[in-house]
């Protein structure tokens, strides 16, 4: 039974992160391992739920105008397939965890800091280049596929730190991103939880069950990827998505550490 008081959580969440281009994965995942979830399922949820929330955030962005698939091209290239490959790893409960806390506590002191500011003509060559994007896709999704989020929380910082360009757009960047690496992955999860159960339809069930969460989610991206897209102003954009990172990760790391030494 999926209690009232989640759904509105998974609500909430979809909308703050729509509104900076995040889909929320690595909140769901945070909200579901709270919520005593069966861990080898959760990855999916929070997969689906990016889908359905960074769906709509890619629309309303490119309707905006925030939005360019071939400047983005050199990050999905290799991060679509490390993805998929990051969802058939099999990870412990343990390591799920502190992977994720640990990456989304780094990612959040980056997007804090103040980053040294570089020449123009120099950054649009750097960011451009097949030999950032490619290692950096190819790191991210692996990552991402296997803790079962989108990897716009780690990308958005990496390109708020070589200033590829302003908050909206970056926002817009991240939510394409998460909706390539969020289906690559959650099909590498399903693959991995069909080979692992004698009973093919387990993971379709158990998904089914959450039902209201999807829903939660869908009706948050909609509301919060149009405000994102549209009105919230540039310097709130950087600063909500550092605050919501270092959340989540403070979240993650407590509990990891009731698990490791409680």
């Known amino acids: 039974m999926i209690l009232p008081l989640l759904t509105l959580a998974f609500f909430a969440t979809a909308l ?9 994965g690595s909140t769901y995942n945070a909200l579901l391992v709270l919520a005593d979830t069966d861990y080898r399922l959760i ?18 962005f490119w309707r905006g105008q925030h939005f360019n698939l071939r400047e983005i091209m050199p ?31 780094l990612t959040g002191v980056q997007m804090l800091a103040r980053p040294p500011r570089v020449d123009a003509v120099y950054r649009k060559q750097l960011v451009h280049s097949w030999l950032v994007g490619l290692p950096s896709g190819a790191a991210i999704g692996l990552l991402s596929g296997a803790v079962g989020i989108g990897g716009g929380i780690f990308l958005a910082p990496l390109l708020h ?25 959650l099909t590498g999860q399903l693959m991995k939880q069909a080979a692992s159960h004698p009973d093919q339809q ?18 948050g991206g909609q509301i919060g990827s149009r405000i994102g ?12 998505t550092a605050a919501l990172v270092l959340y989540v990760a403070a979240r993650l790391l407590f509990r990891w550490y009731g698990l490791t030494f409680g």
């Open 75 to 105: 990050f999905i290239v290799l991060s679509v397939p490390m993805a998929w490959i990051g969802g058939r790893i099999p990870v412990s409960e343990q390591w799920f965890i502190a992977l994720l806390g640990i990456s989304l506590l």
């Open 202 to 219: 387990w993971a379709g069930e158990q998904l089914g069950h959450h039902w209201p969460l999807f829903l939660a989610v869908f009706a």
């Open 161 to 185: 730190l070589i200033h590829w360009d302003e908050s909206r757009k970056i926002a817009a960047t991240a939510s394409a991103f998460i909706l390539f690496n969020s289906i690559a992955g």
């Open 43 to 60: 990855p999916s949820i929070a997969l689906s739920c990016n889908i359905l929330v960074v769906s709509s955030g890619v629309y309303w």
């Open 16 to 24: 703050a992160y729509s509104m900076v281009g995040f889909g929320g």
């Open 229 to 240: 897209s549209r009105h919230l102003p540039e310097r709130w954009v950087k600063s909500l």
